[in-house]
Structure formats: structure tokens, C-alpha cells
């Protein structure tokens, strides 16, 4: 494993900085708030367990973010060079590290890589490579050395201007030869830096193994946790717990339960009612768990597959925190007691975990490293449940609830 000492006591808190600050969609009314409007926030991002910001993109590009035009320069909508600068260093004064989003499969149309020789690829009648469809998002060619230079240059410069690593975009369809050549470079003058790919399906720890990666993000069991909760199958999650166990011997997944891309947890759960149960299942097992900005107050926003159909789950957020709705703070609470008990047990990090009990609607398991342990049990169903604790006693469950009953 390649991952520095600091990453385990890693929890990010992630956010769209062009959404968040009000910068995109465009409005005529209002043009953002820049990286400047996060600074609010610090306090209370400190406050609910985060260690560090996970950033989406903040470079210059095209509309989303995700058609970079100028890796080495700031999106003005958010600012400059400057407002980056105050924004690491109000973190770095917090011990709040910093990830920023790097988008190097693909860039914008406007990108000079569009001018350079062999920097895109093209089909063979010439046609620029799209990524995934998308006309407006134009492939690099990752064979090309002069590319990899570029990457490797980029994400140098941001680690020097006070970045702590990267969240490498699309990384699922970049090479993974490609990775295995940049980030030796980087390491070498940044050896404690953390970089971790966006990787949806496939094999995970091979892709880790040949990328040189530290980390890939863990799809399978994002999706196994909503969707057992859904079905009232918790087999489905404990199989895929088995998988998780499986990637540990090679990597410590990155851990979600919602990010940018994806429905709302409190939305993509048909019972809103399940949504603590997720998060402590998130929170005392294996991996580095982010929490998307707004799911800690419970923010509701469906994905849909059209032009603009991520804006629901991208909002702008108020000028500080004051401004929230009231109503979110119960589940605000709650992030703040289970990462702190994250982050009064750092081990849970790489964790291995063992069904105690199984059954549609109720999971105990037990998390476990040498001779630390919790044993976590869920109950899904509207009825109170019996189910056998440490020791073998018997615990009732109360509906709808989840506990630690040992450690």
C-alpha cells in the first residue's frame, strides 16, 4: 500500500465549489460567490468530525468544471490565485487538509491541448475522441509523453501551492499504465501526498495494483448499502462486505454513501427513515469516508439523465451556515457523534468486518483489527427485533435504529 500514515485518520467533507458558491448554473442575478464563500464554513466542517475539504473542480473550464480549459489556472468564476491561497491556508490554521479534483482524462474544447500535436485522440477518420458521448469533452491521448508530462507538472504545482492530493477524475477510463507513469513522479517530490481515482465497475484492486493508485472509489458498496436498505435484503450488503474485506489485503477503498454524481442518500432511499442506518453502516467499517456537503442536513436532490440533471444535487449553499433550515439538525448531530467515534477509533480505517448475525431486515456485524473491536447491529423493520449481542446475549432492537453494542 501506498498511502501515506495521515490518510486513516482521514474524513473528508466533499463539495462542488462552482455549485456551492452560486457560480454554476449561471444566473444572471448572481455571479457567485468564488472559493472566498467556502470560508464560512471551515468552523462547521471542523465541527461535524471533517479533516479535510474534498474539492470538485476549481479550474478554469468551459461550464461544470469537468471541461477543463486551464489546469494551472483558477476558474475566475471562483476567484484566482489568491482566493486559493487564502482558502489552504484558513484550512491548513483549522488541521483541515485539502483534495482538489483533478480532470485529466478529457478536457474542454478550448484546452491548448486541442493545438498540439498528438496531445487528443482522434478516430480514424480524424474526428476528435469524446469522452463517454460527450462532443464537449475531448479525450487526451494518454500514450502521448508529452502528456504525461503535463499531469504530472499539474498536480505537482497544486501540491506545492499547499494542496494535500488528488481525486483523479474519470480514472476508470484513463490507462492504467498512464497513472503508473505520473504518480512515481509526483511521490518523488510529495511522498506523503493521497491520490484516488474514480473508478465505477471492474476489478478494483487490479486496477489499484497496475495504476499505482492509492485508493479507487467503492461503488459496489455504496450501492449494496441503498439498496439493501431499500429491498430489506441486508444479505445483499453483508455479501458485498465480503468483497470489501477482499480489496483491504490491497487498498483502503474510498467510503461514500453520497457524492456529486449520484442521487441523494435521503433521496435514493424509499424510507428516509434509513438514512441513519446508512450512515453509521459508512462510519464503523473499513475505507476513507467523505460526506457530501448538504446529505448532513439531510438535503434531498435526484440525478436525472439529461443536460443540467446533476444541478438538483449541486446546490448553492447559503453564505454561512446560520442560514440553514432548522431542520437538518438532528442529522447534523448525528454525523458529529459517529465521526467521533471514527475518530476515536482510527483502526476502523482498514478494519476487517464478520456477520455475527443476518437476517432481511437486521445485520450485526463485528469490525476488527487485531485486538480492537465494535460490534455494530441494524435494524431495518418497523418491529422491534431480538438479535444475539457479544457474549451471545440477546439485545432487543428498537425499530428503525442502529447501536454499538460492544467494543
Same mark, same amino acid.
Given at each position: 500500500?501506498?498511502?501515506?500514515?495521515? &490518510?486513516?485518520?482521514? $474524513?473528508?467533507?466533499?463539495?462542488?465549489?462552482?455549485?456551492?458558491? !452560486? *457560480?454554476?448554473?449561471? +444566473?444572471? @442575478?448572481?455571479?457567485?460567490?468564488?472559493?472566498?464563500?467556502?470560508?464560512?464554513?471551515?468552523?462547521?466542517?471542523?465541527?461535524?468530525?471533517?479533516?479535510?475539504?474534498?474539492?470538485?473542480?476549481?479550474?478554469?473550464?468551459?461550464?461544470?468544471?469537468?471541461?477543463?480549459?486551464?489546469?494551472?489556472?483558477?476558474?475566475?468564476?471562483?476567484?484566482?490565485?489568491?482566493?486559493?491561497?487564502?482558502?489552504?491556508?484558513?484550512?491548513?490554521?483549522?488541521?483541515?487538509?485539502?483534495?482538489?479534483?483533478?480532470?485529466?482524462?478529457?478536457?474542454?474544447?478550448?484546452?491548448?491541448?486541442?493545438?498540439?500535436?498528438?496531445?487528443?485522440?482522434?478516430?480514424?477518420?480524424?474526428?476528435?475522441?469524446?469522452?463517454?458521448?460527450?462532443?464537449?469533452?475531448?479525450?487526451?491521448?494518454?500514450?502521448?509523453?508529452? &502528456?504525461?508530462?503535463? $499531469?504530472?507538472?499539474?498536480?505537482?504545482?497544486?501540491?506545492?501551492? !499547499? *494542496?494535500?492530493?488528488? +481525486?483523479? @477524475?474519470?480514472?476508470?477510463?484513463?490507462?492504467?499504465?498512464?497513472?503508473?507513469?505520473?504518480?512515481?513522479?509526483?511521490?518523488?517530490?510529495?511522498?506523503?501526498?493521497?491520490?484516488?481515482?474514480?473508478?465505477?465497475?471492474?476489478?478494483?484492486?487490479?486496477?489499484?495494483?497496475r495504476s499505482t493508485l492509492d485508493s479507487v472509489t467503492q461503488y459496489e458498496l455504496w450501492k449494496a448499502t441503498w439498496s439493501a436498505?431499500?429491498?430489506?435484503?441486508?444479505?445483499?450488503?453483508?455479501?458485498?462486505?465480503?468483497?470489501?474485506?477482499?480489496?483491504?489485503?490491497?487498498?483502503?477503498?474510498?467510503?461514500?454513501?453520497?457524492?456529486?454524481?449520484?442521487?441523494?442518500?435521503?433521496?435514493?432511499?424509499?424510507?428516509?427513515?434509513?438514512?441513519?442506518?446508512?450512515?453509521?453502516?459508512?462510519?464503523?467499517?473499513?475505507?476513507?469516508?467523505?460526506?457530501?456537503?448538504?446529505?448532513?442536513?439531510?438535503?434531498?436532490?435526484?440525478?436525472?439523465?439529461?443536460?443540467?440533471?446533476?444541478?438538483?444535487?449541486?446546490?448553492?449553499?447559503?453564505?454561512?451556515?446560520?442560514?440553514?433550515?432548522?431542520?437538518?439538525?438532528?442529522?447534523?448531530?448525528?454525523?458529529?457523534?459517529?465521526?467521533?467515534?471514527?475518530?476515536?477509533?482510527?483502526?476502523?480505517?482498514?478494519?476487517?468486518?464478520?456477520?455475527?448475525?443476518?437476517?432481511?431486515?437486521?445485520?450485526?456485524?463485528?469490525?476488527?483489527?487485531?485486538?480492537?473491536?465494535?460490534?455494530?447491529?441494524?435494524?431495518?423493520a418497523d418491529e422491534p427485533a431480538v438479535v444475539p449481542g457479544p457474549g451471545g446475549d440477546k439485545v432487543e432492537l428498537a425499530p428503525?435504529?442502529?447501536?454499538?453494542?460492544?467494543?
Open positions: 500500500m501506498t498511502e501515506a500514515g495521515w &490518510v486513516q485518520h482521514a $474524513v473528508w467533507w466533499q463539495i462542488y465549489p462552482l455549485g456551492f458558491a !452560486g *457560480a454554476y448554473p449561471p +444566473r444572471s @442575478d448572481n455571479p457567485g460567490g468564488g472559493l472566498r464563500k467556502l470560508l464560512p464554513w471551515l468552523d462547521y466542517a471542523i465541527e461535524m468530525g471533517a479533516s479535510g475539504l474534498l474539492l470538485g473542480p476549481i479550474f478554469a473550464s468551459e461550464t461544470h468544471g469537468y471541461d477543463t480549459v486551464d489546469h494551472l489556472q483558477i476558474d475566475p468564476r471562483l476567484g484566482g490565485d489568491d482566493e486559493f491561497d487564502e482558502l489552504v491556508a484558513a484550512a491548513k490554521s483549522r488541521g483541515l487538509r485539502v483534495i482538489l479534483d483533478g480532470v485529466f482524462n478529457h478536457v474542454g474544447r478550448g484546452h491548448a491541448a486541442l493545438g498540439r500535436d498528438n496531445w487528443v485522440r482522434r478516430g480514424p477518420d480524424g474526428s476528435l475522441a469524446n469522452f463517454e458521448g460527450h462532443d464537449s469533452l475531448v479525450a487526451l491521448n494518454h500514450a502521448e509523453p508529452a &502528456v504525461a508530462d503535463y $499531469v504530472s507538472d499539474v498536480m505537482k504545482h497544486w501540491l506545492r501551492r !499547499g *494542496a494535500d492530493g488528488w +481525486r483523479l @477524475d474519470a480514472a476508470y477510463a484513463t490507462p492504467a499504465e498512464f497513472w503508473a507513469t505520473v504518480l512515481p513522479r509526483v511521490r518523488a517530490e510529495f511522498p506523503e501526498s493521497y491520490a484516488f481515482g474514480e473508478v465505477i465497475h471492474g476489478d478494483y484492486a487490479d486496477f489499484v495494483t436498505l431499500n429491498d430489506g435484503n441486508f444479505f445483499e450488503l453483508s455479501w458485498a462486505l465480503e468483497r470489501h474485506n477482499g480489496f483491504l489485503d490491497t487498498f483502503v477503498p474510498q467510503t461514500f454513501v453520497g457524492n456529486h454524481d449520484v442521487t441523494r442518500i435521503a433521496s435514493r432511499l424509499t424510507d428516509e427513515r434509513h438514512v441513519p442506518l446508512a450512515l453509521a453502516f459508512l462510519l464503523t467499517t473499513a475505507g476513507t469516508p467523505s460526506i457530501w456537503s448538504g446529505d448532513e442536513q439531510g438535503f434531498r436532490g435526484v440525478k436525472e439523465d439529461r443536460a443540467g440533471g446533476d444541478d438538483a444535487v449541486r446546490p448553492e449553499f447559503p453564505d454561512e451556515p446560520a442560514g440553514l433550515a432548522p431542520y437538518g439538525e438532528k442529522l447534523y448531530r448525528l454525523h458529529q457523534e459517529l465521526i467521533g467515534l471514527r475518530r476515536r477509533n482510527p483502526w476502523l480505517h482498514r478494519a476487517r468486518t464478520r456477520t455475527v448475525h443476518l437476517a432481511n431486515q437486521q445485520f450485526v456485524y463485528e469490525a476488527y483489527d487485531g485486538d480492537s473491536s465494535l460490534v455494530v447491529a441494524l435494524n431495518a428503525q435504529s442502529w447501536t454499538v453494542l460492544g467494543r
